[in-house]
């Protein structure tokens, strides 16, 4: 049920198709299965096979998130049209970046850079900055601004913190890679 609501998820191009996936995946959603719960509050995002409703969206994505879903905290980070506070979306962020999103380990770091919904702390962003630039995020300009003024014991300090976070994060994405 769940490999055909996605089919018609990723290749519906007819309101009926969405409609479709939406009646499979709310069942499951309801069950608890996050990766359904996310798709279906995407659905409610878009307005696709359901009347847009970002409340309902929200609240899919936060039961997604409290099971651990990535995609879930990704996209509370980013969520637009509801008035969830900067404190909320930073939390979000950091969550997602802690579960190896990419993107948000880059937010992450510019939260804590520009003190957006946590406190500026400029030697976790260094630490979050470093993170992103292994893990591909063009980062660098930021890099050599902090590094402009931080002292060589407090970059020293910063990049052993985001060698643990990468080593966390990593042994994480093996740990919930391997089956059951």
Known sequence: MYK???????????????VH?????????????????VLLAYLYKC??????????????YKQAAAQGNQAAC???????????SEVEKAYWALK???????????????NYYLGWGIPQNYLYAHA???????????VQEYLDKLEEFLPTEEICKSQEMARQL???IHLE??????QK
């Open 21 to 37: 996936a939406f009646n499979l995946l709310k069942p499951l959603a309801e069950k608890g299965w996050s990766n359904a719960q």
């Open 74 to 84: 990704h996209n509370l980070a980013i969520h637009y049209g509801t008035d969830m």
């Open 166 to 168: 990468f080593e966390e």
């Open 173 to 178: 994405r093996f740990d919930s890679s391997i």
């Open 96 to 110: 997602a970046a802690r579960l190896g999103s990419e993107p948000m380990q880059r937010t992450t770091a510019l």
């Open 4 to 18: 055909k609501a996605v089919e018609l998820y990723e290749f519906g191009s007819s309101d009926s198709s969405f």
């Open 47 to 60: 307005g696709k096979g359901v009347e847009l409703s970002c409340e309902k969206s929200e609240y899919w």
């Open 128 to 138: 979050w900055f470093n993170v992103a630039r292994a893990n591909g995020e063009e």
